[in-house]
């Protein structure tokens, strides 16, 4: 799929930049979990993946142990992150952003849209 030489100047492929961030507020653009809203819990930039709180659940069957009862445990399991998009407080959707660099040098993104800034508060 990708040629060789293609991606000259561009990261390598494992080094490949994901658009969300641990932390931020993303919502769900495709698949099962479509329109869902939920903060990025973990990023797996190799994978181009991202774990989504509340999103993309999977029952996972625990064997009892003496240390707990066992039974059915929900986890979020990573989804891609080309079925994320970035969500805009101000204009309740998810958008698309462009960066920007502040007076004190900080690069942030910020709405295509409204120009607010999107960066987690933590
Ligand atoms: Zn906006």
């Given at each position: 799929?990708?040629k060789?030489?293609?991606?000259?100047?561009?990261?390598?492929?494992?080094?490949?930049?994901?658009?969300?961030?641990?932390?931020?507020?993303?919502v769900?653009?495709a698949?099962?979990?479509?329109?869902?809203?939920?903060?990025v819990?973990?990023?797996?930039?190799?994978?181009?993946?991202?774990?989504?709180?509340?999103?993309?659940?999977?029952?996972?069957?625990?064997?009892?142990?003496?240390y707990s009862?066992?039974?059915?445990?929900?986890?979020?399991?990573?989804?891609?992150?080309?079925?994320?998009?970035?969500?805009?407080?101000?204009?309740?959707?998810?958008?698309?952003v462009?960066?920007?660099?502040?007076?004190?040098?900080?690069?942030?993104?910020?709405?295509?849209?409204?120009?607010?800034?999107?960066?987690?508060?933590?």
């Open positions: 799929m990708i060789r030489g293609a991606n000259k100047g561009l990261p390598k492929p494992h080094e490949a930049k994901v658009h969300v961030k641990k932390n931020d507020t993303v769900v653009i698949g099962r979990d479509k329109g869902k809203i939920g903060k819990l973990q990023v797996f930039p190799r994978k181009g993946r991202a774990i989504v709180e509340g999103v993309n659940i999977v029952k996972k069957h625990m064997k009892p142990t003496p009862s066992g039974g059915i445990v929900e986890k979020p399991a990573p989804i891609h992150v080309s079925n994320l998009m970035l969500y805009c407080p101000k204009c309740k959707r998810g958008v698309k462009a960066k920007k660099i502040l007076e004190d040098g900080t690069k942030v993104r910020v709405c295509k849209k409204c120009g607010e800034i999107i960066e987690p508060k933590e």
